[in-house]
């Protein structure tokens, strides 16, 4: 998981605004996730740290791999959410909605996080690249 850590931005997104208009987000909620980051604060064996406006409210959270949570969704929605580790290459984050299911693959290939987002038979791709610490 160590290949997480740090602090990556968006270079690069395929579909995004069209699955974030199905999701009823607003213009500005749009213009911040264009341009967001996300950094993985600390990383262990069974917990993560991640700091994103793309997933939680308020910005950061401390998860334990496996164990369902609750939270608040992009659009308001109280939801059940759920990270998993299929290898420490690959986090898989599945919100369950009331009425459907939103699954981020994020995955390190080629030195990128590549996270993909699917739900309703539509898919988002975004591409992140590490900063450099300061």
């Given at each position: 998981m160590s290949e997480f850590a740090g602090k990556w931005k968006l270079v690069e997104q395929e579909n995004?605004?069209?699955?974030l208009s199905a999701f009823s987000v607003s213009e500005e909620q749009?213009?911040?996730?264009?341009?967001m980051t996300i950094e993985y604060i600390s990383v262990g064996p069974q917990q993560?740290?991640?700091r994103s406006p793309l997933y939680?409210?308020?910005?950061?959270?401390?998860?334990?791999f496996g164990e369902?949570?609750?939270q608040?969704?992009?659009?308001?929605?109280?939801?059940?959410a759920i990270v998993e580790k299929p290898s420490d290459r690959k986090l898989v984050y599945t919100q369950k909605h009331p009425i459907l299911r939103v699954v981020t693959t994020s995955e390190i290939k080629d030195g990128f996080n590549v996270m993909v987002i699917?739900?309703?038979?539509?898919?988002?791709?975004l591409k992140f690249q590490k900063m450099r610490a300061e």
């Open positions: 995004l605004d069209i699955m749009k213009k911040l996730l264009n341009t993560i740290r991640i939680f409210s308020p910005g950061e959270i401390d998860l334990t369902e949570f609750d608040t969704g992009i659009d308001g929605t109280m939801i059940k699917s739900c309703l038979g539509m898919k988002a791709t």
